[in-house]
């Protein structure tokens, strides 16, 4: 698997399983109804460092951004967000975007990661609590899943 920095190109790949993962409401904040035009403004804002996760294909079967949490003397705080086509599910690929984008937000002097709200019934709150994060807080019965309910919102940390 090839991990590398975004181009501009690579959004026509990105943006179907963006809308497909934010469309289902189940693990991301996001309004399930974002336009194209307003997905690609977040995932691909120039404040962000995108990747992308290519299988031996050629295939963009994940991306992920790194990008400051917070402003002024915080803005060593990074925040980051990860996305695999759930097609390609179960192969290692969360893994390795996280792994890279931890190590490029080390290298690029972050002194830790924040996620501000993963829901609690995300697959993927086991990845980041094996990578070290850990949950400082949860806002009980804050998102509204379409299958579970009203689940928290998890904060989780970890320092780099």
Same mark, same amino acid.
């Given at each position: ?7 501009? +190109?690579? @959004?026509?790949?990105?943006?179907? &399983? ?9 693990? !991301?904040? @996001? ?11 977040? @995932? ?6 995108? /990747? ?6 050629? %295939?963009?079967?994940?991306?992920? /951004?790194? %990008?400051?949490? /917070? =402003?002024?003397?915080?803005? $060593?705080?990074?925040?980051? +967000? &990860? ?11 969360? $893994?390795? #975007? ?7 937000? $080390? %290298?690029?002097? !972050?002194? +830790?990661?924040? &996620? ?11 990845? @980041? ?7 400082? =807080?949860?806002?009980?019965?804050? /998102? ?12 989780? !940390?970890?320092? #780099?």
């Amino acid at each position: 698997m090839l991990i590398r920095q975004a181009t501009a +190109g690579d @959004w026509p790949r990105i943006w179907p &399983f963006w809308h497909r993962i934010v469309a289902a409401a189940e693990t !991301y904040t @996001w309004d399930p109804a974002t336009s194209e035009e307003d997905a690609r403004a977040l @995932w691909m804002s120039p404040a962000k460092e995108v /990747y992308v996760a290519e299988d031996d294909s050629g %295939a963009v079967v994940g991306s992920a /951004y790194v %990008a400051p949490n /917070y =402003g002024g003397p915080a803005s $060593r705080i990074a925040n980051a +967000g &990860f996305m695999v086509d759930p097609d390609h599910a179960g192969r290692g690929t969360g $893994r390795a #975007l996280a792994e890279h984008v931890l190590a490029a937000a $080390r %290298a690029a002097g !972050y002194r +830790g990661m924040v &996620f501000n709200a993963v829901v609690e019934t995300n697959p993927a709150v086991g990845l @980041w609590t094996s990578l070290g994060f850990r949950i400082l =807080g949860t806002v009980p019965a804050a /998102y509204e899943h379409p299958r579970h309910g009203l689940v928290g919102l998890h904060v989780m !940390y970890r320092s #780099l």
